[in-house]
């Protein structure tokens, strides 16, 4: 069989949507061109970026009011866009710290202006989401930012926190898609694409209409959001082959029943991980489990020194990719939509039988 892939990003997709992208690769629907030839001001690729918004839009119901923008340059590059969009130069935005991404995020912020740390579990090492009560917001900031689950740390909210009329932005790289979100609750939710939604190097931008502009900064023009929404995210060509591939992505999650149905293989997939991890006392997994992540699933063995061998005897297994993050050490399995609940049922039985005969 096919190995399991764990990797964080770029990540597994959909056996189906890489089945119908190498079968439509060289003639989409009899043109005889690829997408990948073809005009993005041409009817043809218009169209699916419009079936493709079309889907995102049903698939996490957004309303009217916000924007869905597909650009270049993944996350990192919203860090920037975003603070230089919405972040005005006598002004200030508050930005939760819950790990290594919104460190990131932060320390990207603060390029362009004055960013409040308005809440850290830094102290916890970052193990849990500080709790709401202690967060010190500042009601006239430009806007609130978290990163809705920490990729590296296996952090996740679980509920979206009330941060009163502030407009709330989400980075939701690695969650994206893997429920339903309450669109109305965020004035931007962003990401990159390669965990749930497609190929490196595109990012999602969903925002309220009334935000772009209030900024009002000197950017690059394919920087701002205002002047992208305008344009239907083509001031210049997008990355058509990955929205394609994004598109089809989409349209696998409308086939299986949408967003809800997707919650409800993710919350097993990570129940079964998380059940087998806390039943030893081999393995440990550091989070609070209230935070625990759905999505990314870092954990230790009792004894550091036959990692090496944990994961020789993973791959041999087929099962891929579970040696953590450089910073953290240790290993991760990454669960995103398109692991199947087999890959992870390989994985505790391999977990088991690991531990039966080295522990
Ligand atoms: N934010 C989160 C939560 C991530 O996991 C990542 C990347 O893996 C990023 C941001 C950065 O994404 P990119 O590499 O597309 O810039």
Not at 65 to 85: C, D, K, W
Not at 104 to 111: F, P, S, T, V, Y
Not at 144 to 169: A, K, S, Y
């Amino acid at each position: 069989r096919k190995p399991f892939n764990f990797s964080a990003g770029p990540a597994v997709l959909p056996e189906a949507v890489l089945a119908r992208a190498a079968s439509e690769m060289s003639d989409w629907h009899g043109t005889g061109m690829s997408v990948m030839e073809m005009s993005h001001r041409g009817k043809d690729y218009m169209g699916i970026q419009a079936q493709a918004e079309a889907d995102l839009r049903e698939l996490l119901n957004i309303p009217s009011g916000y924007r869905v923008l597909f650009l270049a340059g993944g996350a990192t590059l919203q860090f920037a866009a975003l603070a230089l969009n919405l972040l005005p130069e006598d002004g200030s935005a508050d930005y939760i710290d819950t790990g290594i991404w919104s460190s990131k995020a932060i320390g990207e912020a603060q390029r362009f202006g004055t960013v409040r740390v308005a809440a850290s579990s830094k102290d916890s090492g970052y193990t849990r989401v500080p709790d709401r009560n202690d967060w010190n917001l500042d009601p006239n900031a430009a806007y609130v930012h978290l990163c809705g689950n920490e990729t590296i740390g296996g952090v996740e909210f679980h509920d979206t926190p009330d941060v009163g009329r502030v407009p709330l932005v989400v980075d939701a790289s690695s969650h994206i898609l893997s429920r339903p979100m309450d669109v109305r609750r965020y004035g931007m939710i962003y990401g990159g694409a390669q965990k749930n939604i497609g190929p490196a190097g595109l990012s999602l931008v969903i925002i309220r209409e009334d935000l772009p502009g209030r900024a009002r900064r000197a950017m690059p023009s394919i920087l701002d959001y205002g002047k992208q929404a305008e344009n239907d995210s083509m001031i210049n060509t997008p990355p058509t082959y990955a929205i394609y591939l994004a598109g089809l992505v989409f349209q696998w999650l409308k086939d299986l029943g949408g967003l809800t149905e997707m919650a409800r293989r993710n919350e097993a997939k990570a129940r079964l991980l998380y059940d087998a991890l806390d039943a030893s006392s081999f393995y440990s997994n550091p989070v609070a489990p209230e935070n625990r992540s759905w999505m990314n699933v870092p954990f230790t063995l009792a004894d550091a020194s036959l990692d090496a061998e944990f994961l020789k005897g993973a791959e041999a297994r087929g099962l891929m990719n579970l040696k953590g993050h450089r910073s953290v050490g240790g290993m991760r399995a990454s669960i995103y939509n398109a692991m199947p609940l087999e890959g992870v049922q390989a994985l505790v039985d391999y977990l088991k039988e690991f531990e039966r005969t080295r522990a």
